[in-house]
């Protein structure tokens, strides 16, 4: 009797532990559109670095020896942008609310539109004489 006591009384545990509430499954639409913020940031910046090759470079972060934006100013330009994309893969991951995804889609998508204009910007200015 004990034996069967035991016996329904881990049954019983295991019903109650696989009925607990689960954390909502992440919303494939909000993440999906974190992915294309993420991949409109890249492209963005991408286009920055190619429209700034070789010019005067105003940001004296950025800015090689010579004052041009070349490969060092890339690195460092590649590096934020790891560096932001890695903190927000690191902050999103396992998050069971799509508010912040979206939220973070915002911001990509309106960084993606600030340096898309500077690069944009950038095309019209003439480079170095060659």
């Known amino acids: 009797m004990s034996l069967l006591f035991g016996i329904s009384a881990v049954l019983l545990s295991a019903q109650v532990i696989s009925i607990a509430p689960r954390p909502k499954p992440q ?22 670095v190619h429209s700034s090759w070789g010019k005067h470079e ?24 790891g560096g932001l994309l890695g903190l927000e893969y690191l902050v999103t991951r396992g998050h069971p609310s799509g508010k912040l995804y979206r939220a ?3 911001v990509n998508f309106g960084a993606a ?13 003439p480079g170095p004489p060659r």
């Open 113 to 125: 539109a600030a340096i898309g204009g500077v690069a944009a910007h950038n095309y019209t200015v």
């Open 27 to 48: 919303p494939v639409s909000d993440v999906r559109l974190w992915r294309a913020s993420v991949a409109a940031l890249s492209v963005a910046n991408a286009l920055d």
């Open 58 to 81: 105003l940001n004296s972060t950025l800015a090689g020896p010579s004052g041009n934006f070349g490969r060092d100013g890339a690195l460092i330009k590649l590096g934020f942008q």
């Open 104 to 106: 973070l889609s915002f």
